[in-house]
């Protein structure tokens, strides 16, 4: 079945640690996003990328980094320097015609 | 910049019919999206509507005033599994979908 797939599900940081969530697509969509959703609230764009090797930041980057170096996969690094990292973040990918966005089923990170 | 709004929680009778609505602000337009979300899960893509105008599909309509920066989702025949939050989404670009400014959501109780 075609999907973007995220884990894991659940996510424990500690203090001063880097920590990387894995989304992976099998839909062929050139356009990839990670969003951040905190209780209450509609999404934020953290990354997006519309191409291989090619991303761009988001609304809220700071303290997050991606890379993608594949058309399947856009992992996102939740720095140290990311004070509040508690949250549930999504990621997602877009139909060439921009019209639709699939979304994966989400992570939810805390801190220990 | 860009600004959305719509209601915080809205309550309705299994059955019923209610409709949801959301107005925007933005510096540029393409199109406005409405996602349904259940708790803890990812949004699910419910409509997109470009031109102005009433689109239906099934229970769900999504209605659209570009002139007026205004749009409703309107559900009728109201399912107990409708219960959710639903989230208005405006995109300033044809071709990237994830660049849309999400509004932070309504939740919708269905009770019996």
């Known amino acids: 079945d075609g999907g973007i797939t995220q884990s894991p599900k659940y996510l424990f940081r500690k203090e001063g640690q880097n920590v990387t969530l894995s989304c992976e697509q099998n839909?062929?969509?050139?356009?990839m996003y990670w969003y951040r959703q905190d209780p209450g609230q509609g999404l934020r764009l953290i990354y997006y990328s519309q191409i291989v090797n090619d991303f761009q930041k988001g609304d809220i980057a700071e303290g997050y980094s991606v890379s993608r170096e594949k058309k399947e996969s856009f992992p996102l690094t939740v720095t140290s320097a990311q004070k509040n990292p508690t949250a549930f973040y999504l990621c997602a990918s877009s139909s060439p015609s921009g019209r639709i966005q699939y979304f994966g089923a989400g992570t939810r990170l805390s801190v220990l | 910049g860009q600004n959305i709004d719509q209601p915080t929680e809205m309550t309705a009778t299994e059955g019923a019919i209610v409709q949801i609505n959301c107005t925007y602000q933005?510096?540029?337009?393409?199109?406005l999206f409405w996602y349904q979300q259940h708790a803890g899960e990812a949004p699910t893509f419910l409509s997109y509507?470009?031109?102005?105008g009433l689109e239906e599909k099934g229970r769900f309509s999504s209605f659209l005033s570009r002139s007026k920066g205004y749009s409703y989702l309107l559900l009728k025949e109201l399912q107990m599994k409708d219960s959710a939050s639903y989230l208005c989404a405006v995109s300033p670009k044809a071709t990237n979908a994830g660049k849309s400014t999400f509004g932070d959501g309504t939740t919708l109780t269905v009770k019996p």
């Open positions: 933005t510096s540029g337009f393409n199109g």
């Open positions: 509507n470009v031109l102005d």
């Open positions: 839909l062929n969509h050139d356009a």
